[in-house]
């Protein structure tokens, strides 16, 4: 939770600073309610997850951990390409 919200604040600033003034409001009602409905399902599927690996729960953590980074290692790559233009 604690990467979650700093990603949160971070992307938050990106967006007001990306977006038209006018628009502010709109794009990040969008990014919240995406996320706002995004997080059952992941709660969802760890649960899941964990049911699955019954006694490996390691697994699941490793595997959200690696994923975790590749979409770090993507959006930086995503907002250099943004900090370059």
């Not at 794009?27 to 996320?35: E, G």
């Not at 992941?42 to 649960?47: F, R, T």
Request: hydrophobic content about 55%; glycine content about 6%; charged content about 10%.
């Amino acid at each position: 939770m604690v990467f979650s919200t700093i990603f949160a604040v971070q992307m938050m600033s990106f967006i007001q600073t990306e977006t038209p003034q006018n628009l502010i409001g709109k794009v990040i009602a969008v990014v919240l309610t995406v996320s706002m409905c995004a997080q059952p399902l992941g709660n969802a599927l760890y649960g899941a997850l964990f049911e699955i690996c019954k006694g490996f729960e390691y697994v699941v953590v490793l595997f959200s951990g690696m994923v975790s980074l590749m979409i770090a290692i993507s959006t930086r790559n995503i907002f250099k390409r943004f900090s370059a233009e």
